[in-house]
């Protein structure tokens, strides 16, 4: 289910691109499935959950060891962590794949190639342990999860972090060519729509099953879910009918994900009407957020960060406000609004405000490495006649009757 | 031998086409094409942003038609191409030189 989200997002940003440069996008994101899977086996799910480390996982479980299926009477878990490996393994391949919408258009393949698993262990484990380290062993010692932080699904680990990484990367590569004076807007809302409706889907996978059992707690995150992201939907198209004068498609599914990007962190940690005003309130942020590109003059192609960064803060900040251990018999800290006090909110911006610094800072030392060797950008005339066919030699749409002869 | 030339609005196309079979047309062939005159384009938003497209949907009409003709044809095509809004289109008339029939060889009107 969580899987099925990489091509759901392959479907939303490549119907948002140019038809021209669809197939890359489609094998950016599914470059994540090829080579993540791979990287999380061999060292990715030990460096960020193994071991009882502050920063950084160990060795223990690289290359899979220490995962077996036993029974739990043998002394094993019955194959518990091995089902923690793929599952968080899932995750760990849509988080780059985020990234991919900030550099439509004009990253050269080859430097995508290489910076997916370099921002695997380099960014995303490190980030991943502060939060859940340990998690999976005697209990959490990664440091911002010792402090409190929370993070349910994902909200500071995958979306803000991603979305800050979609930043560093687009200062690195700089705009496209011709931006903003020349627009480029979507050449297909229904691949759009479609994606948007698979990752909705695939969203309840993440969100629920993060609760690791068929518990309450998933039950909850399923509610959650299911209406943060209708909420948000419907506060973008409003925002819309009242700001522009028409109920768009392309609002109405930036709004679904903005709702569930934003109840991704708190989807474990909230109840009642909260995830209401979670996914209302990232709607209407959201909404004017990806506005932001044309006053800070970067050029975040499918807006990644208006929609992933913003949303994922939002809702990350918003535990602060909402979360309800009494609800869920939880141990967590609660929220200024359920009584518990500024602490938990401060954690929530301590956690944020370490993870955008950090991803941000390593994300750019990334690319400006592959810059200085193999370079991260397309040529211009490259980027003129398309990357589908500049950088994998295939089209998206051959219509017409002409025929092709064998080469 | 004359060839007329018409752009119109898509949705007008049926009607076009029944009006020239009317007129006693045995061929045309149309075009799908974009363009723009007095209408101007019209604007797209995405996200709050605003494009302008200049370039409009069009058909393009062509027919190869007998002198004595080109009138009633190109009444048939105003009147059923109109709707008395901009943007309706324009109809306009070419000579041709030298005609060909591919399967026969006719030339010349036989060819028509």
Redesign the interface.
């Given at each position: 289910m969580v899987l099925f989200m990489t091509p759901g997002l392959a479907l939303f940003y490549g119907g948002m691109d140019r038809s021209r440069n669809v197939l890359n996008m489609f094998m950016m994101n599914f470059w994540c499935l090829l080579v993540v899977p791979l990287v999380w086996v061999i060292a990715g799910f030990s460096l960020a959950y193994s071991g009882s480390g502050t920063f950084i996982g160990n060795l223990d479980w690289t290359l899979l060891s220490g995962l077996g299926i036993d029974a739990a009477e043998a002394g094993g878990d019955g194959g518990k962590l091995l089902l923690a490996c793929i599952f968080l393994g899932m995750f760990a391949v849509i988080t780059p794949a985020l990234i991919s919408g900030a550099v439509a258009d004009r990253m050269k393949f080859s430097a995508w190639a290489i910076f997916v698993p370099a921002w695997i262990l380099l960014v995303y484990c490190p980030v991943s342990y502060w939060i859940y380290g340990g998690v999976w062993g005697d209990g959490l010692t990664g440091w911002l999860g010792v402090r409190g932080s929370l993070d349910f699904a994902g909200g500071t680990v995958i979306h803000v972090n991603a979305g800050i990484a979609a930043l560093a990367a687009v200062l690195v590569l700089g705009k496209r060519k011709g931006w903003p004076r020349e627009?480029h807007?979507?050449h297909s809302m229904p691949l759009v729509m479609l994606g948007t409706g698979i990752l909705w889907f695939g969203w309840f996978g993440f969100n629920a099953g993060s609760a690791f059992d068929a518990n309450g707690v998933a039950i909850q995150a399923f509610m959650n879910t299911f209406i943060a992201a209708a909420a948000a939907g419907l506060a973008w198209a409003i925002v819309?009918r009242i700001?522009?004068?028409?109920f768009?498609n392309?609002?109405v599914a930036?709004g679904i994900v903005a709702g569930l990007v934003a109840i991704t962190p708190g989807a474990g940690y909230v109840s009642g009407m909260s995830p209401i005003w979670i996914g209302l309130a990232a709607g209407i942020i959201c909404?004017?957020a990806?506005?932001l590109k044309?006053k800070g003059k970067f050029d975040d192609s499918l807006?990644v960060v208006g929609v992933h960064f913003m949303g994922g803060l939002i809702g990350s900040l918003m535990i602060g406000l909402f979360a309800d251990p009494e609800f869920f018999g939880g141990t967590f800290a609660a929220g200024l609004f359920n009584g518990g006090g500024f602490g938990l909110l401060v954690e929530q911006m301590l956690a944020n405000a370490v993870t955008i610094v950090f991803s941000f800072a390593m994300t750019t030392l990334i690319l400006l490495a592959i810059k200085a060797t193999i370079g991260v950008r397309v040529t211009e005339e490259e980027e003129e006649s398309g990357l589908d066919l500049t950088q994998h030699a295939e089209s998206a749409y051959n219509i017409g009757e002409v025929t092709m002869g064998r080469g | 031998m004359k060839l007329v030339t018409a752009v119109i609005k898509p949705f007008k196309v049926d009607d076009v086409k029944v009006a020239l079979k009317e007129a006693g047309i045995t061929g045309m062939t149309i075009t799908e094409v974009k363009g723009f005159g007095r209408q101007g384009g019209h604007t797209e938003t995405y996200r709050g942003t605003e494009y302008q497209v200049d370039f409009l949907p069009k058909v393009k009409i062509e027919a190869i038609v007998d002198d004595g003709d080109v009138s009633s044809v190109v009444d048939a095509i105003a009147a059923a191409a109109n709707t008395d809004k901009i943007g309706d289109g324009k109809v306009w008339v070419t000579s041709v030189d030298e005609l060909v029939r591919i399967r026969t060889g006719e030339t010349g009107s036989a060819a028509i």
């Open positions: 627009g807007p979507p819309e700001r522009d004068g028409h768009t392309l609002g930036s909404s004017f990806v506005q044309f807006d | -």
